[in-house]
């Protein structure tokens, strides 16, 4: 029988900073205590799965992991595991060959003793400030070599309650080789909650036998967050905030309604097809979209109507009007859709022209899908002009633009999209058609509710993306990122149309001055502003203050936009002409289509509507163009740190503010980071770190000030908090 201590250590992130040789990540390690009998240690962990089961509040984890030791000896130590400050120790197993042998607990006060030690050996600030967690701790060595073994972990978790859903956190901080690929969660009683949603990595869902299967794609790395919406309200609303101290605080908003199952009472829609059927469409394309217009069909019910409409040269409309989507006419539109053939010219003039001509129906929302591939060579060809009739006649229809291969008018796509409330999707020569259409037409299947805005909340909201909430349908969340000034707690009401009437929905917030947590807020806030501001400068030409505040973006969180060579200039110094400001004034016809122009309005266009980490991590830069090199650069949560004469330097530092120094590992030291535990991660970069705040600056390094008095640390944190 083996020892097992469970000791009160600290924050599970923090905790990870005791495996000193290898990436953090919350998996367990390995900590030698005496080295082989031959070479160095070299135990790894060679393979990994994490399994969870989630009934009502509490989750049931289990762990199991295997270490390989591929030294020249035996290797002795401890396998340790962080466990959240949530979670209930459960029992521990480790494989001697094909035996289980279980472990013990020890007494408090041993386990105790066991932390102090780690402490003193680390010196980690986030290991005294972040208290609440355990730290499982246990004596399963020595490996002989060549030797494999096998433990597995079992905890259960009592879940948060954030908002009107539950919250799951799982840590792997960066990935490695032997990380799962997958993890996999079960919810036992699937009616009770809607929508799952992860601001940290792609999930697929599947209900079967009244539960719900999540798989988790880990391929990504990162700590995994994972909200489950409860099923209490027509739409949950759940807030999650982050305040680095010292500037403006992030927040994220979900809005999750139940999935489409449940949707009775949807919003009736009018759905307008709108397809280029012009030569340039044959062959697979024609093929991808005709497929994709059944598709669309089938999404129809019984309150909807509808319309179909090809273009090429000429116009053919199935109907003079909007008709209700009844068997009879499901069978005409199929049959009309069958028969389409490419050839001639693009008239979008005259395309636009026939889907604007008729107004949606009351108490219905209009929905237009636009797709083509090509430039208009029929009839009226400026951009600007066939963007400007649009926007006269669109009225209260939503408009989606769907472009096919690089021939598109990229700036005329995005115009109509953002003029119609509505988003712009790029499909690659190679890509399916089919797959982009039919994934947003099941996206507009069922309308929950209409014309959203934000009524009110405790603090004053800034820089919101999508700066307009656009509608919101069941089975589909709705995320909103922005900043804050200030701090409060309270409620936050939303307001939207239902079947014709005006319904507000509220859930309590907290808005903090000084949040730590969440830290993928402030990159996914970032993703969607560079995409927004990107496309702002393609429709209304670049300013000097759009390209300064991408080119920021660019800087401090390492997006990659088609700014990033102007990294470095200032404003003032780009091209002549590349300050155009009038409204609408469209780019060059050489800047609007083509490889490079279909490919900066796809990064826009998955920028604007990132939801998740992974959705974003395309768009990181290694190192900003001109920005110092990779090596000298670190990102703490929102924050940039450069490299400058040995101190790591916050890149929003001001010189014109004070800034107090104190020594690392100092009295003062440990009492700033308990009074200011925000610091906590970027006093990890080392011991010579510069933090810049709202009002002053502090910085740790050798030579600083030994001891706080009461006052003075008071100053300190309503200088850096600005409060």
Do not use: C
């Given at each position: 029988?083996?020892?097992?201590?469970?000791?009160?250590?600290?924050?599970?992130?923090?905790?990870?900073?005791?495996?000193?040789?290898?990436?953090?990540?919350?998996?367990?390690?390995?900590?030698?205590?005496?080295?082989?009998?031959?070479?160095?240690?070299?135990?790894?962990?060679?393979?990994?799965?994490?399994?969870?089961?989630?009934?009502?509040?509490?989750?049931?984890?289990?762990?199991?992991?295997?270490?390989?030791?591929?030294?020249?000896?035996?290797?002795?130590?401890?396998?340790?595991?962080?466990?959240?400050?949530?979670?209930?120790?459960?029992?521990?197993?480790?494989?001697?060959?094909?035996?289980?042998?279980?472990?013990?607990?020890?007494?408090?006060?041993?386990?105790?003793?066991?932390?102090?030690?780690?402490?003193?050996?680390?010196?980690?600030?986030?290991?005294?400030?972040?208290?609440?967690?355990?730290?499982?701790?246990?004596?399963?060595?020595?490996?002989?070599?060549?030797?494999?073994?096998?433990?597995?972990?079992?905890?259960?978790?009592?879940?948060?309650?954030?908002?009107?859903?539950?919250?799951?956190?799982?840590?792997?901080?960066?990935?490695?080789?032997?990380?799962?690929?997958?993890?996999?969660?079960?919810?036992?009683?699937?009616?009770?909650?809607?929508?799952?949603?992860?601001?940290?990595?792609?999930?697929?869902?599947?209900?079967?036998?009244?539960?719900?299967?999540?798989?988790?794609?880990?391929?990504?790395?990162?700590?995994?967050?994972?909200?489950?919406?409860?099923?209490?309200?027509?739409?949950?609303?759940?807030?999650?905030?982050?305040?680095?101290?010292?500037?403006?605080?992030?927040?994220?908003?979900?809005?999750?309604?139940?999935?489409?199952?449940?949707?009775?009472?949807?919003?009736?829609?009018?759905?307008?097809?709108?397809?280029?059927?012009?030569?340039?469409?044959?062959?697979?394309?024609?093929?991808?979209?005709?497929?994709?217009?059944?598709?669309?069909?089938?999404?129809?019910?019984?309150?909807?109507?509808?319309?179909?409409?090809?273009?090429?040269?000429?116009?053919?409309?199935?109907?003079?009007?909007?008709?209700?989507?009844?068997?009879?006419?499901?069978?005409?539109?199929?049959?009309?859709?069958?028969?389409?053939?490419?050839?001639?010219?693009?008239?979008?003039?005259?395309?636009?022209?026939?889907?604007?001509?008729?107004?949606?129906?009351?108490?219905?929302?209009?929905?237009?899908?636009?797709?083509?591939?090509?430039?208009?060579?029929?009839?009226?060809?400026?951009?600007?002009?066939?963007?400007?009739?649009?926007?006269?006649?669109?009225?209260?229809?939503?408009?989606?633009?769907?472009?096919?291969?690089?021939?598109?008018?990229?700036?005329?796509?995005?115009?109509?999209?953002?003029?119609?409330?509505?988003?712009?999707?790029?499909?690659?020569?190679?890509?399916?058609?089919?797959?982009?259409?039919?994934?947003?037409?099941?996206?507009?299947?069922?309308?929950?509710?209409?014309?959203?805005?934000?009524?009110?909340?405790?603090?004053?909201?800034?820089?919101?993306?999508?700066?307009?909430?656009?509608?919101?349908?069941?089975?589909?969340?709705?995320?909103?990122?922005?900043?804050?000034?200030?701090?409060?707690?309270?409620?936050?009401?939303?307001?939207?149309?239902?079947?014709?009437?005006?319904?507000?929905?509220?859930?309590?917030?907290?808005?903090?001055?000084?949040?730590?947590?969440?830290?993928?807020?402030?990159?996914?806030?970032?993703?969607?502003?560079?995409?927004?501001?990107?496309?702002?400068?393609?429709?209304?030409?670049?300013?000097?203050?759009?390209?300064?505040?991408?080119?920021?973006?660019?800087?401090?969180?390492?997006?990659?936009?088609?700014?990033?060579?102007?990294?470095?200039?200032?404003?003032?110094?780009?091209?002549?002409?590349?300050?155009?400001?009038?409204?609408?004034?469209?780019?060059?016809?050489?800047?609007?289509?083509?490889?490079?122009?279909f490919d900066v309005a796809s990064r826009s266009a998955a920028l604007s509507g990132a939801t998740n980490l992974a959705a974003a991590k395309a768009s990181e830069l290694a190192a900003p163009a001109g920005a110092a090199a990779a090596a000298d650069q670190r990102r703490v949560g929102a924050r940039l740190f450069i490299l400058q004469r040995g101190v790591w330097t916050d890149a929003a530092q001001v010189d014109s503010l004070q800034t107090t120094t104190v020594a690392p590992f100092s009295p003062a030291y440990f009492a700033l980071v308990r009074a200011l535990p925000e610091l906590v991660p970027s006093f990890r970069l080392g011991e010579s770190v510069l933090?810049?705040?709202?009002?002053?600056?502090?910085?740790?390094?050798?030579?600083?000030?030994?001891?706080?008095?009461?006052?003075?640390?008071?100053?300190?944190?309503?200088?850096?908090?600005?409060?």
């Open positions: 029988m083996f020892r097992l201590t469970f000791a009160p250590a600290a924050g599970l992130a923090a905790a990870l900073a005791l495996a000193s040789s290898s990436p953090l990540r919350a998996q367990g390690w390995i900590e030698i205590e005496r080295p082989p009998d031959r070479g160095l240690p070299a135990v790894t962990r060679v393979a990994s799965r994490v399994s969870v089961v989630i009934d009502g509040r509490i989750a049931r984890v289990e762990v199991e992991e295997r270490f390989r030791n591929s030294g020249g000896g035996l290797a002795e130590g401890s396998y340790l595991y962080p466990l959240p400050g949530e979670a209930a120790f459960q029992n521990f197993s480790l494989w001697m060959g094909e035996r289980e042998v279980r472990g013990e607990v020890m007494p408090a006060d041993e386990a105790r003793g066991v932390y102090d030690a780690i402490v003193r050996k680390r010196r980690d600030p986030a290991l005294l400030t972040l208290a609440g967690h355990g730290l499982v701790r246990a004596q399963v060595f020595p490996i002989a070599p060549g030797e494999t073994r096998k433990v597995v972990l079992r905890y259960t978790q009592l879940l948060d309650r954030t908002g009107d859903a539950t919250r799951f956190r799982y840590a792997m901080g960066e990935r490695g080789p032997a990380d799962p690929e997958t993890i996999g969660l079960r919810v036992q009683d699937a009616a009770a909650i809607g929508t799952p949603f992860s601001p940290t990595h792609q999930i697929a869902t599947t209900r079967a036998g009244g539960g719900l299967d999540i798989t988790v794609q880990a391929a990504g790395g990162g700590d995994l967050e994972l909200l489950l919406p409860l099923r209490e309200h027509l739409v949950g609303t759940t807030v999650l905030t982050h305040a680095p101290g010292g500037e403006n605080g992030y927040f994220m908003l979900l809005l999750s309604p139940p999935p489409a199952t449940a949707a009775a009472a949807a919003v009736p829609r009018d759905l307008t097809l709108v397809v280029d059927v012009s030569g340039s469409m044959s062959g697979d394309k024609l093929e991808q979209a005709r497929a994709a217009l059944l598709q669309a069909l089938g999404t129809l019910g019984a309150a909807d109507r509808f319309r179909v409409i090809a273009f090429s040269s000429t116009v053919r409309r199935l109907d003079a009007g909007f008709v209700p989507a009844t068997p009879e006419h499901l069978r005409a539109a199929r049959a009309f859709v069958e028969g389409l053939a490419a050839d001639g010219g693009t008239n979008i003039e005259g395309a636009l022209d026939a889907a604007l001509d008729s107004e949606p129906g009351e108490g219905h929302l209009g929905l237009i899908v636009f797709m083509t591939d090509g430039l208009p060579s029929i009839g009226e060809r400026s951009p600007e002009r066939l963007a400007d009739r649009a926007a006269a006649r669109r009225g209260t229809s939503r408009i989606f633009t769907v472009g096919i291969g690089h021939d598109v008018n990229t700036w005329l796509l995005d115009r109509l999209a953002a003029e119609g409330r509505g988003s712009a999707a790029y499909v690659a020569p190679q890509a399916s058609v089919e797959t982009a259409v039919g994934g947003l037409l099941g996206k507009l299947r069922y309308p929950a509710l209409v014309n959203l805005r934000v009524a009110s909340a405790p603090v004053r909201l800034t820089a919101e993306s999508p700066a307009a909430l656009p509608d919101l349908f069941y089975g589909e969340e709705l995320v909103l990122f922005g900043r804050y000034e200030g701090s409060g707690s309270g409620p936050i009401s939303i307001e939207g149309d239902r079947n014709g009437r005006r319904e507000r929905f509220s859930a309590d917030a907290r808005f903090a001055a000084g949040e730590s947590g969440n830290e993928f807020i402030p990159r996914l806030w970032a993703s969607r502003r560079v995409g927004d501001l990107t496309r702002q400068i393609r429709l209304e030409g670049a300013t000097p203050e759009l390209v300064a505040q991408v080119r920021d973006l660019g800087l401090r969180y390492g997006i990659l936009t088609e700014f990033t060579s102007y990294l470095v200039q200032e404003p003032g110094e780009l091209a002549d002409g590349a300050m155009r400001r009038e409204r609408a004034l469209a780019p060059p016809p050489e800047a609007q289509s083509g490889r490079a122009a933090v810049a705040g709202r009002r002053s600056n502090i910085q740790v390094a050798p030579g600083g000030v030994e001891q706080l008095e009461a006052g003075r640390l008071a100053a300190l944190v309503r200088g850096f908090r600005g409060t």
